[in-house]
């Protein structure tokens, strides 16, 4: 069993004298304490140094990145061809799985194999006897320099700092172009208060100054390539009834030296910008698309870096600057911040104030997504973050119309209402149906005869234009049900003239009340039998005389008759 042994100076091979030694692993320190126990565990097979720096380089770089380089190989073929049953022990997993790919040779690696690099490690000056301390030291220190300024020549984490950089800068000279317009318009307004108020572009302000001097100028300069028609009037004609204090030539050649600081400091500005949007489109195109370059790179700034910035979920990156206030709220429990740094993005700005949390939410939320597609995605282009604004600005717009409620697949036509119409039907419970005994045709046509008489006719919905026989079907029932309320009437109205028999005593010479009776027998049946006569008749096309009328009739017959009884 060997063991693979790394070292800035080459590879050193070690053969591994007891296998018993590396189960024991708690006490495989004991073993190495002198370099005489060293020497009994492990014994030095082959050397393989490193010709130059360079070497040394590409050997390390290899062994961190996992794979096998052409000195390890060359050294690694003459093991195989000697001892071809034999294991490797290999400090990295990912070397090991890479010499097992290209030399088919078996590799092991655990924390037994951890443990025992380390005794070697400590014994490393006694176990490789060819080379001194100083030649190792050096050899070290070499390596060390060359590897650190490899990883930051090349590492990808680090060219963020540029655009972190620049924004920083970016900042500084707004700040100071603002101080410095300030101050250039308090000093030359006490000469000419009127042109601050005229001209409002600060830029354009400089300009004038620094081309026309003291007010007195004002009438003979020509400022049609700095100023339009209409404001050029109004500044000549303000300068001739200016309220202003006179100044002298002194005064105005330090106004101006300060105006041309202002447009030097607002052209390297103009520069650091291009600049700015050039790294960024380079190194994240699809934050850039959706919240603009100064936004997009104040959040890498304040992250520290692109990579820093993708770790973040879309919560921190919604408040990423707002930090303040987000501690100052959770101390006082009110609510929190909606929006930091993202609040300025072009999609936030042009939404109503009742949208704007809900826009700042979406907006982190694809910032976020495509961050970690521009951080760790092989082929970085700006599909992802096109797709996305397209998308939030779709939702920006629903937003501001106010169709987030409407249905789905209705579109803009809204959904009909019909109305609901009840059907009156009832219902009989056969009971032939219910029995389980064996029933002949003929009973069963029976009691089928018999259901269908019980069953109550069910009322049809009125149609709108109904058939003739339909008519006097109703035209008969009406007349029906006049016949019925007339007779309950007649009822009542003979209950109550027999109360009053009962009451007044009988005169002398009339009939006795049992004739009284038979003749009111009589007359009921005779009216009972007259519906049934006009039920037979066929349809009158007379109109029905109205229940009011027919009752008073009555009323009239039946005084006529108890008169003449």
């Known amino acids: 069993m060997f063991v693979l042994y790394e070292t800035p100076a080459g590879y050193a091979i070690f053969k591994l004298l007891d296998e018993k030694k590396l189960q024991q692993i708690d006490n495989l320190y004991l073993e190495f304490e002198t370099p005489e126990l060293a020497n009994k565990v492990v014994k030095l097979k082959h050397f393989e140094k490193f010709a130059d720096t360079t070497e040394a380089l590409s050997a390390a770089t290899a062994a961190v990145e996992g794979k096998v380089s052409k000195s390890l190989k060359k050294t690694l073929k003459k093991l195989v061809s000697d001892d071809v049953q034999n294991q490797l022990l290999v400090a990295d997993a990912k070397l090991g799985s890479a010499i097992k790919d290209k030399l088919s040779l078996q590799c092991v690696s655990n924390t037994g194999v951890q443990e025992l690099m380390r005794c070697i490690r400590s014994q490393s000056e006694s176990l490789l006897s060819g080379l001194p301390k100083k030649e190792m030291t050096a050899m070290a220190l070499g390596l060390a320099h060359s590897l650190s300024r490899y990883k930051l020549k090349f590492s990808p984490d680090k060219i963020d700092t540029m655009i972190v950089q620049a924004q920083c800068l970016l900042d500084d ?305 009406n007349k029906q049900k006049d016949l019925d309320a007339s007779t309950d009437e007649v009822a009542h109205a003979s209950k109550k003239i027999k109360t009053e028999d009962e009451e007044t005593p009988p005169e002398e010479g009339a009939e006795p009340q049992s004739e009284k009776k038979k003749k009111k027998k009589k007359k009921r049946e005779s009216q009972a039998a007259q519906p049934e006569e006009d039920e037979e008749e066929p349809a009158v096309t007379e109109v029905p005389e109205t229940p009011t009328s027919q009752k008073k009739k009555k009323k009239k017959k039946v005084k006529e008759e108890s008169d003449d009884s």
């Not at 404001?231 to 001739?240: D, F, G, T, V």
């Not at 050649?253 to 103009?270: A, K, P, V």
């Not at 219902?427 to 032939?432: C, E, P």
């Open 173 to 477: 000279l707004d700040k100071e172009l603002n101080n410095y317009m300030m101050r250039a318009r308090e000093w030359y307004g006490w000469h000419f208060p009127e042109l601050g108020k005229i001209l409002t572009e600060n830029i354009a302000f400089i300009k004038t100054i620094k081309l026309v001097g003291t007010r007195d100028n004002m009438a003979t300069t020509d400022l049609s390539d700095i100023l339009p028609e209409e404001l050029e009037e109004k500044i000549k004609e303000a300068a001739e009834i200016s309220m202003g204090t006179e100044i002298s030539e002194e005064d105005i050649t330090n106004i101006q030296n300060l105006c041309d600081e202002i447009l030097s400091i607002n052209e390297y500005r103009t520069h650091l910008y291009d600049y700015l949007k050039t790294r960024m489109m380079a190194m994240a195109p699809n934050l850039t698309v959706l919240v603009g370059e100064t936004i997009g790179a104040r959040l890498i700034a304040h992250a520290g870096s692109l990579v820093n910035l993708a770790k973040h979920p879309a919560s921190t990156v919604q408040i990423l600057g707002a930090e303040k206030a987000l501690f100052r709220a959770l101390k006082t429990k009110k609510d929190t911040p909606k929006y930091g740094l993202i609040f300025h993005a072009s999609l936030i700005g042009s939404a109503s104030a009742k949208n704007k949390g809900k826009i700042s939410r979406s907006l982190a939320a694809k910032a976020s997504l495509a961050t970690r597609v521009d951080a760790f995605g092989e082929d970085v282009s700006m599909e992802l973050g096109t797709e996305h604004r397209a998308k939030l600005e779709m939702r920006l717009r629903l937003l501001e119309e106010g169709n987030m409620s409407r249905l789905s697949g209705t579109g803009k036509a809204k959904a009909k209402l019909e109305k609901y119409h009840a059907k009156s039907e009832v219902k009989v419970f056969k009971s032939g149906e219910d029995s389980t005994l064996p029933i002949g045709k003929k009973r069963k046509l029976s009691e089928g005869a018999k259901i269908e008489e019980i069953e109550p006719e069910v009322k049809e919905e009125p149609s709108d234009e109904p058939s003739a026989g339909e008519s006097s079907k109703k035209k008969k029932k």
